[in-house]
């Protein structure tokens, strides 16, 4: 076995990348408009409530695939397989279900133009976030892969009254991986990927406006060889499939990633006990995100202002770990101002299938809220970049980047996750201002600080309530370091040593012989 290693991402600006990641396109464009089916126990299955269609965001013209509507019932049956499959899958030893991970990291190497190209199609991210997303995919399966490993060898304990103790991992059950659409492979697939090769097997329920991703990762597991019930892929409606499989006194844990709102109400109702009550369901959920960037005096501004157009702008600000506020020093606010809309306009907005480095955002449903955000901020601060729906060749879903300055600690805009291409600019005087500021959110994922002074670095990350911190950088990611939000954020971590606990129960055996 080799040691765990960052997937590298392709280099688009290279023709030869560049032209290999349109052909997939190509090729998976003449498949559009094809119907899929969900995958239970093994089986292609169709859903019993009809289908839906996803659309691409990017032109709505076209329909990416048809897919399955399950019925409650058929939301049951795939727990029950789960479960079933549990019997024999939780003794399957640690190195075999870390070799199907690695086994299923090589197949997603060997499909990673044609994943990317029907992510670019679905989810409308550009070539590097969708290159990105599936190298997150590949890390997560290796990762977890190489964790499972070195949890079999169990927890180090003392043996204190002449007895031999012996503590291992065991798994929980069968539970349900309900994931978003923003990063539709690489979460979809890590959230049933932990649970999996700690030994847990899974029912996922994909979002609705990424089916296809869910589906190719059905393909992706049964490749590698895993056991028929051990993941299981529903797709349909929230209420009727996600609500089912949530509240069901069948389902062990809930791995949920997804908006506050959502993961609030499946914190609420999956803690509802009744007579048939088994256990208390474990629910771990990676929620939204307020982030904010303190950029103080002493900061490269050039650097940070490059930083920050990425963070709010990448992928339409569409990320958990989307910079939404920039808190600046009133000494350099004009400067990094001007800096930040001057690289914010040379954005430029398009269909991603032609690598724009702006897309659309992924439905109408988003385009209402983020516009209406816009809207609440016209009165709230300065509108001094964008506020409008994009122009563009083709009917979809583009919104222009849009910069809000002098805007107030307390506005809505500056508060609530918005989730769009919108990011606002606040000045500050003291530090103690622009942690305050920083700080006051009922969120806690991301912060970022742009200095070159370390005490005011120390200062600053010792008092910060966010999970990940990043200092003259932003999204610098690798999974043997944890990804969690604080506070509202939710509970849970991806990556780090404790990412497999979350799945997972201590159980000691004490010896006295
Ligand atoms: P969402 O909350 O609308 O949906 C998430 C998932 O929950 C989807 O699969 C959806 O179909 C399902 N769902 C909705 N209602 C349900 C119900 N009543 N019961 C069961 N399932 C239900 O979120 P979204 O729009 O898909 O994703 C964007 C959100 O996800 C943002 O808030 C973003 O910050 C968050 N997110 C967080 C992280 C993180 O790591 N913290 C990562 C990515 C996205």
Redesign the pocket.
């Known amino acids: 076995m080799t040691e765990y290693k960052n997937e590298t991402y392709l280099d688009f600006s290279d023709p030869i990348h560049h032209n290999a990641q349109k052909a997939a396109l190509d090729n998976v464009r003449s498949k559009f408009g094809q119907t899929w089916p969900m995958y239970i126990d093994g089986k292609k299955v169709n859903g019993d409530h009809g289908t839906m269609d996803s659309i691409n965001p990017s032109n709505t013209n076209e329909i990416i695939g048809t897919f399955q509507m399950a019925s409650k019932d058929q939301a049951l049956k795939a727990l029950d397989a789960a479960w079933k499959a549990f019997e024999t899958w939780r003794y399957v030893p640690a190195e075999k279900r870390a070799g199907i991970l690695f086994k299923a990291a090589e197949i997603c190497r060997r499909r990673r133009l044609e994943i990317n190209a029907w992510m670019i199609s679905e989810a409308g991210k550009n070539y590097l976030e969708a290159d990105a997303d599936t190298a997150e995919g590949i890390d997560f399966l290796e990762y977890y892969a190489h964790e499972a490993l070195r949890y079999d060898k169990g927890m180090e304990v003392i043996d204190a009254w002449g007895d031999t103790n012996r503590t291992h991992y065991i798994p929980l059950g069968a539970g349900v991986s309900?994931?978003?659409?923003?990063?539709p492979f690489a979460?979809t697939l890590g959230m049933a990927a932990a649970p999996i090769v700690a030994g847990n097997t899974v029912v996922a329920?994909?979002?609705?406006?990424t089916p296809m991703m869910g589906w190719i990762i059905a393909e992706i597991f049964e490749e590698a060889g895993l056991p028929a019930g051990v993941f299981n892929l529903v797709t349909g409606d929230?209420?009727e499939v996600?609500?089912t499989?949530?509240t069901s006194p069948d389902t062990r844990f809930i791995n949920?990633?997804?908006?506050?709102?959502?993961?609030l109400?499946?914190n609420e109702v999956a803690a509802k006990t009744s007579d048939q009550t088994k256990w208390m369901k474990r629910v771990f959920a990676?929620?939204?995100?307020k982030n904010a960037i303190v950029v103080a005096d002493d900061a490269d501004l050039d650097a940070a202002s490059t930083a920050v157009v990425q963070a709010a702008f990448g992928f339409q600000g569409?990320?958990?770990?989307a910079a939404s506020r920039v808190v600046v020093c009133d000494k350099v606010y004009d400067k990094m101002l001007e800096l930040t809309v001057e690289k914010a306009k040379a954005l430029k907005v398009g269909d991603a299938k032609d690598n724009y480095s702006a897309g659309p955002v992924?439905n109408q449903k988003a385009v209402d809220k983020i516009m209406s955000y816009i809207e609440i901020g016209k009165k709230e601060g300065r509108l001094v970049l964008g506020g409008s729906l994009a122009e563009t060749e083709n009917p979809g879903f583009y919104i222009e980047p849009t910069i809000f300055a002098d805007v107030d600690g307390y506005a809505r805009i500056a508060q609530e996750?918005i989730?769009g291409p919108v990011v606002t600019l606040q000045p500050f005087d003291t530090e103690e201002e622009a942690l305050a500021m920083a700080n006051d959110t009922q969120y806690g994922?991301a912060a970022g600080v742009w200095t070159s002074n370390l005490n005011r670095t120390h200062r600053l990350c010792a008092r910060l309530k966010f999970g990940i911190v990043w200092v003259n950088c932003w999204l610098l990611r690798d999974l043997r370091t944890p990804?969690?939000?604080h506070k509202a954020?939710?509970v849970g971590r991806?990556g780090g040593w404790e990412a497999l606990r979350f799945f997972t129960e201590p159980t000691n055996v004490c010896v006295k012989l």
């Open positions: 309900i994931s978003p659409w923003n990063f979460i329920k994909p979002s609705p406006d929230n209420l996600g609500e499989l949530t949920f990633t997804g908006s506050l709102g959502v993961g109400h499946i990676e929620l939204g995100g569409q990320k958990c770990s992924v996750e989730f994922l990804f969690g939000g954020s939710g991806e």
